[in-house]
């Protein structure tokens, strides 16, 4: 999940200093609205189906195996940093300041909720019956 944010950052300060010039010529609102669209989906929805359709494929398991539940922690931080992505695209392109606040936010939302601490691994095992 670094890797999207330091490369966003890198993009920025290139754009600002002038060394990088915008992809668009003139401000899309149509690609704006889609890259934002696409953003609160990878955000906020693809995550959630994901860990649905995983304790959906294991509920009449008595219990998960544990590499089956980390390969499921690895793909949800997949989905869960493609705002991030998102994010850089928005500066590559230099779309507006507006469109690139709310995919900021996006990213940090998903970055936040997604990323795995010990104790939402511990609640996320107990959770899908994991014994480590």
């Keep these: 999940m670094a890797l999207p944010f330091s490369a966003s950052l890198v993009a920025q300060y ?3 200093s ?3 010039a915008p992809l668009l010529r003139e401000d899309s609102p149509a690609v704006a609205v889609v890259l934002l669209c696409l953003a609160a989906a990878g955000g906020l929805a693809l995550p959630m189906m994901y860990r649905i359709l995983f304790s959906r ?14 390969r ?3 793909n949800a931080i997949v989905l869960a ?25 996006m990213a940090l939302y998903a970055a936040y909720a997604h990323f795995p601490s010990g104790r ?9 019956r994991v014994r480590l």
């Design 14 to 16: 290139l754009r600002e």
């Design 57 to 70: 494929a294991h509920r009449t398991r008595e219990s998960v195996p544990p590499d089956a539940f980390f």
């Design 120 to 128: 939402l691994l511990s609640a996320d095992a107990h959770t899908f």
């Design 72 to 74: 499921f922690e690895n």
């Design 81 to 105: 940093s493609f705002p991030a992505w998102c994010l850089l695209a928005d500066i590559l392109l230099g779309l507006s300041l507006l469109f690139t606040s709310a995919i900021l936010l």
């Design 18 to 20: 002038g060394l990088l």
